[in-house]
């Protein structure tokens, strides 16, 4: 077991034991010296219950709505130029398709700012259950309704991603699902991203690369893939290192914990490469990480959010990670939410 105290810059362990020794020595050399009626002062304090439900609001207050006629069917574009395209007879209740006019629900995510700040982050999970930082080409969620009632998708539907300069291409590209089973079905839905495996063939399934020309006479390229069901979809590849990896901890301050704040990894010269750090080991009182395959050398940036009154704080560091690495913040700062989705958009 590795010994990692000695490397702690604020540790809770040590604070709290000279915390309690100094108080303990002043109320035995003179007495309390607060008054019975004496109100302690308000502390604020990170509220996690509302960071999560700030990042449920940005998702609900994403979602694009379009009305399709279930019989005939259509194209769908989002406002970052996704397209899904309905066949006819697409919807249904209980496998029995419905017609008349129908609500599609479009949620298109491409860059980092939009990752964290609606807590989608690019964190997969392998057949053996191991997870690793995956790169996003995009994130997509699609859903239909009509009223109240939540519908089914009876025939395959296609997503087409937003265009991208053919520089970025990327061949390595796959579709992953969200969650097993693609269990992640709802807006509010957390799972970790899955191979896809459409076919139950045992193939992993790979998106079809389009070529096209643009108004102006430049090319681009798009990916495009079916889904079968409605719910949260990732154009992903797996972000391989084949160099030494190591373990990362983030001691965080003294009050913040699991609980009331959230921390992620962005990896420098990846647009779209966010992993979450999603483990909070009690014993150390640090957030960590499940895989520990941070590439030693790689230059991260590590940002920690939490909601304090209302208000977003936040935290950025830049760093290169070592073998154990261990990144230590001592305070948050007041931001509002469009200020930092351009810190973190602006990130190398």
Request: include cysteine; charge should be negative.
């Amino acid at each position: 077991m590795k010994t990692l105290t000695q490397k702690f810059k604020n540790s809770k362990t040590v604070t709290n034991m000279l915390s309690n020794a100094i108080g303990l020595s002043i109320i035995l050399l003179f007495g309390s010296c607060t008054p019975d009626n004496e109100v302690e002062p308000y502390q604020p304090q990170p509220d996690g219950q509302a960071l999560n439900e700030r990042f449920l609001d940005n998702r609900n207050n994403a979602i694009q709505e379009f009305t399709l006629d279930a019989s005939v069917g259509g194209i769908v574009i989002g406002a970052q130029g996704t397209k899904v395209q309905f066949q006819a007879n697409s919807f249904g209740i209980n496998g029995v398709p419905v017609t008349g006019n129908v609500t599609v629900q479009l949620l298109e995510i491409y860059d980092k700012a939009s990752m964290l700040l609606k807590n989608k982050s690019t964190l997969g999970q392998r057949p053996n259950g191991n997870k690793e930082a995956l790169k996003s080409a995009g994130e997509f969620f699609v859903a239909a309704k009509q009223g109240a009632n939540e519908l089914e998708l009876l025939e395959k539907a296609t997503i087409t991603s937003r265009e991208i300069d053919p520089t970025n291409f990327d061949g390595a590209m796959q579709i992953f699902r969200g969650g097993l089973d693609n269990d992640c079905d709802g807006i509010d839905d957390d799972c970790d991203w899955v191979e896809a495996d459409e076919d139950n063939n045992g193939i992993n399934d790979k998106p079809e690369v389009r070529e096209g020309k643009n108004t102006a006479g430049g090319s681009y390229v798009t990916y495009g893939f079916d889904i079968s069901s409605f719910g949260w979809t990732n154009l992903d590849r797996w972000y391989n290192f084949t160099g030494p990896k190591t373990e990362i901890y983030v001691d965080v301050p003294e009050g913040y914990n699991g609980d009331n704040c959230a921390v992620y990894l962005s990896y420098d010269g990846e647009p779209t490469a966010l992993a979450k750090m999603d483990i909070w080991d009690t014993n150390l009182e640090m957030f960590t990480e499940h895989y520990g395959l941070i590439p030693i050398g790689q230059q991260v940036h590590i940002i920690v959010v939490t909601e304090i009154d209302g208000e977003l704080h936040y935290a950025i560091k830049g760093t290169t990670v070592v073998d154990n690495h261990i990144e230590v913040f001592t305070n948050l700062s007041p931001t509002t939410q469009t200020a930092l989705e351009s810190l973190i958009n602006g990130l190398p």
